[in-house]
């Protein structure tokens, strides 16, 4: 885990909510489109065009599985992206756009729909993992007193599966405007709020956290609106950093109280005259060594 001050670590450890991106985060953020082929051959070069202009998972995922057919990208103008919501753009006189699809996908699939003035072309379905270690994390946030639940901005039917298998409820259909009021509803309660982002539509619910965590994997706007960052596979950095972020906090206040109990005993008896120079310098250097030795207890805090 990085951790970009001693400030985010202070946080870390207070936060007794946690509210988790879907897409990226719980899962690996690295789907499979499985229906590449309800896209026409002809369509294929502007769909390829729109998904290089998004660092969304799934626009990613086509980007990669199109360019590994030998596609190449028609040339498109007039860009917009709606963080949440997709990307569209102009084609020779016409606007295409990728996004969340308007209808209901069957099987509650991630999806995203190619459309081409107003028109579905196709919905493509994608297949991603959780982490493996998904199940794991949320009861070791759980065992930490952090009640986690699910912040997505996909749609109720494709992240109902994952919600089911984690025992989390879930709030979907999110834009980022919707997280940040999620959010400021909890503080407004007394909650102290982690938030865990991956994606463009994240960066500000990130940055409205009592604390944020984004994984590796993030877009550039999500980590640098995050207060620690999360390398791998495995979820379970999440919980360790929130256990060792505690840990560190209890360590420094008993060698707060070590060192106060310390003064309060050796100051007064050396100004008695009842501690020798020598003494003082071996009673020192034993202090030190006590909170030294105290602090290295930390390294079993992520055991």
Not at 199 to 225: E, Q
Not at 263 to 287: D, E, K, R
Request: hydrophobic share 50%; with cysteine; glycine share 10%.
């Amino acid at each position: 885990v990085l951790i970009k001050d001693g400030s985010a670590l202070e946080r870390l450890a207070e936060v007794d909510r946690a509210m988790i991106d879907k897409t990226g985060t719980l899962t690996l953020g690295r789907p499979v489109a499985t229906n590449l082929d309800a896209v026409p051959a002809r369509d294929r070069g502007v769909l390829l065009a729109l998904a290089q202009l998004s660092r969304h998972p799934l626009s990613e995922a086509l980007r990669r599985d199109l360019a590994a057919e030998g596609v190449t990208p028609e040339p498109v103008e007039d860009v917009r992206e709606t963080p949440g919501f997709g990307v569209e753009a102009e084609w020779r006189g016409q606007a295409v756009a990728l996004g969340r699809p308007r209808g209901a996908v069957e099987g509650g699939a991630l999806a995203t729909e190619y459309s081409i003035a107003g028109q579905a072309v196709a919905t493509i379905l994608f297949a991603d993992q959780l982490r493996p270690d998904a199940a794991e994390t949320i009861a070791a946030l759980r065992a930490e007193r952090v009640e986690p639940t699910i912040l997505s901005g996909d749609r109720a039917e494709a992240v109902a599966s994952v919600a089911r298998v984690l025992g989390l409820t879930a709030q979907t259909g999110m834009s980022p405007q919707d997280k940040l009021a999620a959010i400021a509803r909890q503080t407004a309660a007394g909650h102290k709020v982690l938030m865990i982002g991956d994606g463009l539509n994240d960066g500000p619910a990130l940055a409205a956290g009592y604390a944020s965590m984004a994984p590796g994997s993030a877009s550039d706007a999500g980590k640098n609106a995050a207060d620690c960052i999360f390398l791998g596979d495995r979820m379970m950095p999440v919980a360790q950093a929130i256990r060792m972020a505690r840990r560190t906090q209890a360590i420094v206040r008993q060698n707060f109280v070590a060192a106060i109990g310390y003064n309060v005993i050796a100051v007064p008896l050396a100004f008695l005259g009842h501690v020798t120079p020598l003494v003082a310098a071996l009673a020192m250097s034993g202090s030190s060594l006590i909170v030294v030795g105290n602090a290295l207890r930390l390294k079993r805090a992520i055991r």
